[in-house]
């Protein structure tokens, strides 16, 4: 078991690395969101990306270390459920729809590690 909670934060980590990678490649802002350069949104959204870096090296973190899992299982299911919500409530906008099927299918992992860091309590 403790192999399939490592592989499903190691897909956890995948789920974010894109957003992530924004913070070191800002023209992905552009690619992901439609956001440029010009933009005032521009460094709010590099903020996000450092934000989802956070994110990332979380997941990385437990995928070797069970202490954080239940708070990292509340940030990151709070991070995609938010957005998910978030995008349904806008209409589910056609331009971030495969940013909220990444979030919907890395549901899958998430209940699996939350399953695991909350079954003891």
């Known amino acids: 078991m403790a192999i399939v909670v490592s592989a499903c934060w190691a897909l956890l980590a ?23 350069p010009d933009s005032p949104l521009f460094l709010l959204m590099q ?21 954080p899992r239940r708070l990292a299982t509340i940030a990151v299911g709070f991070s995609m459920l938010s957005f998910l919500w ?22 899958v992992p998430l209940a699996v590690v939350a399953w695991a860091a909350f079954r003891q309590a």
């Open 14 to 36: 995948l789920v974010h690395l894109t957003p992530a990678l924004a913070l070191v490649r800002p023209s992905l802002l552009t690619e992901l969101y439609g956001v440029g």
């Open 47 to 67: 903020h996000r990306a450092a934000l989802f870096a956070a994110i990332l090296l979380i997941c990385l973190w437990c995928m070797v270390d069970a202490g």
């Open 86 to 107: 978030l995008w349904w409530q806008a209409g589910q906008p056609i331009a971030l729809r495969r940013i909220a099927l990444v979030d919907l299918a890395g549901l």
